[in-house]
């Protein structure tokens, strides 16, 4: 019986990948694969690109490497580069892939008929077959018009495959211009017309140097405010919030957005879509003593992990002092301060002109109309001002460790 469903799916598994092909003629979003990992979207570059060889789908070892994807599968994949060897296991059973003598066995040392494949400095595992000797995994393929999206997932995935391509569809479309954009090749400099020589120089006597000052640059030469800060963001929520995640998703950035545990629990949906979409989502402490913020947190880890199996790692608690922010931290949470408040400084204009090109400035906003509004002219001074914006993500904003 398992050795016919094994059949079976293989067969769908090709049957999809062959009208994949066909469509390749439509179009070369056809021979793209994008990936996620239950509901977390992973890079897609030339060289972790999945690829079939012989009918059979292989996708990178890294989607079942925790370290890389921060998901625990129950089924994990390391690799030893200096031996060439590529373990998958689930913590009962394992199969080592042999590169250097193409073979595969497993913890018996039994022979294994099955092999890894290489391409470049990535190692390749043939998805379906270990989805179905596992049994714990599973790899789905939904086609969009942005590629071929390549699911492994587990039992605690949320969203279905058609969910998680219409809340990632803009996600999805901005992954493949860029991966388009990553393998285009540069362009052929134009050949410029040969000059005739020039005649020889005649014994002219040569004018003085002019005294004439250097030409003042023009203004659209001078820097502008803020130009080439790096910054973080952070959207408080509040009602004009869908509208913040369009524009976010407009201008192809990832913030962080920070939550009281009852939002959490009133916009579960949206809390969904902005996990799905690579956000990172905190927590907004409001109490006013240390055993009111770790109880609030509690609270709000236990939400998120609920409706989005998302860990709850980043907390604001702007109403402690120093020693209850310090109990947070020993608590394992990692602490957003808001340095610039966009509210507080009324424009765009006044925030880039508060931002220190020396360090990593922390702006925060929030999701009402005059936040909204000042957002839209904000991403546009940090476009035109080439500055770095960077996703609030626990481990940029953790202190250095000792």
């Known amino acids: 019986m398992k050795r016919a469903l094994n059949i079976i799916v293989t067969a769908a598994l090709c049957a999809a990948i062959l009208m994949g092909l066909i469509a390749t003629a439509n179009g070369a979003a056809a021979n ?9 979207p992973l890079e897609m570059t030339a060289g972790n690109m999945p690829m079939t060889v012989g009918g059979t789908l292989y996708v990178p070892y890294i989607m079942l490497s925790g370290r890389t994807t921060g998901i625990n599968l ?18 009962q059973r394992v199969i080592t892939f042999d590169l250097q003598n193409n073979t595969a066995y497993d913890s018996s040392g039994a022979s294994l008929s099955v092999r ?31 590629g071929t999206l390549v699911r492994v997932t587990n039992s605690a995935v949320i969203l279905t495959d058609a969910e998680y391509v219409d809340a990632a569809n803009n996600l999805l479309a901005n992954n493949y211009d860029r991966y388009m954009e990553s393998i285009r090749p540069p362009a052929t400099p134009t050949p410029q017309p040969t000059q005739p020589p020039r005649p020889p120089a005649t014994s002219q006597p040569v004018p003085s140097p002019s005294s004439s000052p250097a030409p003042t640059p023009s203004p659209s030469e001078e820097p502008l405010p803020g130009e080439g800060a790096e910054v973080c963001l952070a959207y408080r929520w509040g009602d004009r919030a869908e509208e913040a995640v369009r524009l976010l998703e407009s201008v192809n950035q990832r913030v962080l957005f920070l939550f ?6 009133a916009n579960d949906g949206l809390v969904r879509r902005l996990a799905a979409a690579g956000h990172t989502l905190g927590l907004a402490l409001t109490g006013g003593t240390t055993e009111e913020c770790l109880a609030q947190a ?14 709850a790692l980043i907390v604001e608690a702007d109403g402690l002092d120093a020693d209850g922010r310090s109990a947070l931290t020993q608590a394992g949470y990692v602490l957003w301060t808001t340095q610039f408040d966009a509210e507080y400084y009324g424009s765009a204009g006044a925030v880039m002109g508060a931002l220190d090109v020396r360090q ?20 546009n001074a940090l476009t035109a001002a080439h500055c770095r914006v960077r996703q609030a993500a626990a481990p940029l904003l953790a202190p250095p460790a000792d």
């Open 74 to 91: 129950g089924v994990s994949a390391q690799y030893n580069s200096s031996r060439r060897t590529l373990t998958v296991g689930d913590g």
């Open 32 to 40: 793209v694969y994008q990936m996620a990992v239950n509901d977390t």
């Open 360 to 379: 990593l400035n922390r702006v925060g906003l929030t999701c009402d109309e005059a936040g909204l509004a000042l957002s839209r002219g904000l991403w």
């Open 260 to 265: 009281a545990p009852e939002e959490l629990a």
């Open 298 to 311: 509690e609270e709000g880890a236990a939400l998120l992990a609920a409706i989005a199996r998302y860990p």
């Open 116 to 146: 890894a494949a290489a391409r470049n400095a990535m190692v390749f595992l043939p998805i379906v077959w270990l989805c179905d000797y596992f049994g714990t995994i599973h790899c789905s393929l939904t086609y969009t018009q942005y």
